[in-house]
């Protein structure tokens, strides 16, 4: 997989680049305009900087794919990089947005935007709450960058433009249902993990991957037919993407995700892991863990009990359930009429999102 990793770190580089121009010219011109409080920019940069580029990474997958699997000529499809712009900038407002639902004080191993909003409001020694203003500061910056994800789209044809806006919409959805879904007793029947699994595919595994694929084979000109297998293809490598990200969220390390470990617990997401885990586990560890996730407050030896509960009963299933959804998704890619180059990238790109450690 060294190859793609490679490349793919080159194509990041590029993402970056073009990035830290748009950021550039954005901030002139709303300089220009009526200033750029300095929170605000700080706020702005720490959201953007950072992360793996996994959807623009896949929106070049995918226009490769239409390119017989040339990686140079996708990055120079007429208006990728405003696809590849709008995607990260997107991406920014949902981690936002979504620290603030979930009340997470980090992202990425650095304080959330809310968080960096609420301190500059004690550094000045401003009137009101704090916690307020970095949670409404948050809220404003995401919708900023909404407003650049969408200005980034109006250079890309209508088609996709369309593509991109249903895209939104999606995930707007599947972040309510996720905060509704909270609210309930956590449960491990069929209908909970049925929920579980709509959430991750409007929530994550659409957005994260799929859509992302299918746009930049769309805005490279795909048929629609392609556009529409790409989609099928990496909807289950989606999900399976975002169930590692589930694992990872349990098991992973501060250095490797920039979460500390237990994140998912300490918010009480009620993920496929969460309701595998009670599927499996004797009733009287299910009613530990319910017991454990009806307070309001979590100590560290709950998350610790929890963790262990989920190791010893869900992580197995869990693996399991990873590897369904990633071999759908290689089985749609190897059906389809692809030069061998673009299947061969579409498989290690699905490989390397699913199997990896951070």
Not at 123 to 129: C, F, I, P, Q, V
Not at 243 to 266: A, E, N, W
């Amino acid at each position: 997989m060294s190859q793609i990793s490679d490349t793919l770190d080159h194509a990041a580089t590029i993402i970056d680049t073009t990035l830290a121009h748009i950021l550039e010219e954005t901030q002139k011109y709303f300089s220009d305009i009526a200033g750029f409080p300095v929170e605000f920019l700080d706020s702005l940069y720490a959201s953007v900087n950072g992360g793996k580029r996994f959807r623009a990474l896949s929106a070049l997958v995918g226009a490769s794919v239409t390119v017989d699997g040339d990686f140079d000529r996708a990055i120079n499809v007429k208006h990728m990089s405003h696809l590849t712009t709008a995607l990260e900038f997107y991406q920014a407002a949902a981690l936002i947005h979504d620290d603030v639902v979930d009340h997470s004080p980090t992202r990425r191993g650095r304080p959330s935007a809310h968080r960096l909003f609420a301190h500059a409001h004690d550094d000045e020694a401003w009137l009101g709450s704090s916690d307020t203003f970095g949670e409404s500061g948050a809220i404003l910056l995401g919708d900023f960058l909404l407003a650049c994800a969408e200005r980034e789209m109006t250079y890309c044809p209508a088609k996709v433009a369309e593509h991109f806006a249903s895209m939104a919409g999606e995930v707007a959805l599947g972040q309510y249902l996720d905060l509704r879904s909270a609210q309930q007793e956590p449960q491990g029947d069929s209908e909970a993990l049925e929920l579980a699994h709509t959430i991750i595919r409007l929530k994550s595994a659409r957005y994260s991957v799929a859509h992302p694929v299918s746009l930049g084979a769309q805005l490279a000109g795909a048929p629609d037919e392609t556009v529409q297998q790409l989609l099928n293809a990496f909807e289950p490598i989606g999900i399976a993407f975002q169930l590692r990200d589930d694992h990872l969220g349990v098991f992973g390390q501060l250095g490797d995700t920039g979460k500390p470990s237990g994140g998912d617990i300490i918010e009480r997401k009620r993920t496929a892991l969460l309701s595998l885990t009670l599927a499996h586990a004797p009733d009287h560890v299910s009613d530990t863990i319910r017991s454990i996730y009806r307070q309001d407050t979590l100590s560290a030896g709950d998350v610790e009990a929890v963790t262990e509960f989920v190791d010893a009963y869900g992580r197995d299933p869990h693996e399991v359930l990873i590897e369904r959804f990633y071999a759908q998704g290689i089985s749609v890619i190897e059906k389809m009429h692809l030069p061998s180059h673009a299947r061969k990238l579409c498989e290690e790109f699905a490989h390397l999102l699913v199997w990896r450690t951070q």
